[in-house]
């Protein structure tokens, strides 16, 4: 089993930053990859960026450019830098590991863009 703990939303104005992050405990050897994904209300869940443990990463077209996935695998832990944000990126977001052929989530985080 892998436990996944997201800290860091909140709310925000327009064109500001935040930083996301998502510790890992448990059985986290050999995780594959992690990412972020965000759910909106009504909306489905989506990608918005992976990374995998080799360092490559992913992202969705509506947010390349102005958020960033890094990883420290010596504090097991996942970041998402988030900049120029926009209301439409007001969702919850999820942390997601996958350990094949198991995925796991994080609780969620709320983050809310607005003036």
């Known amino acids: 089993q892998v436990q996944l703990v997201e800290s860091g939303g909140g709310l925000v104005q327009p064109g500001g930053s935040l930083r996301l992050s998502c510790a890992a405990s448990?059985?986290?050897?050999?995780?594959?990859?992690m990412g972020w994904y965000r759910q909106a209300p009504g909306k489905q869940r989506e990608l918005v960026a992976t990374?995998?443990?080799?360092?490559?990463?992913n992202y969705a077209d509506s947010v390349k450019g102005r958020f960033t996935i890094s990883r420290n695998n010596d504090k097991n832990t996942v970041y998402l830098q988030m900049n120029s944000l926009k209301p439409e990126d007001t969702a919850v977001y999820y942390c997601?590991?996958?350990?094949?052929?198991?995925?796991?989530w994080g609780q969620g985080t709320q983050v809310t863009v607005s003036s």
């Open positions: 990374i995998t443990r080799g360092g490559s990463t």
């Open positions: 997601n590991a996958v350990k094949y052929p198991d995925g796991y």
């Open positions: 448990g059985s986290i050897f050999s995780i594959n990859r």
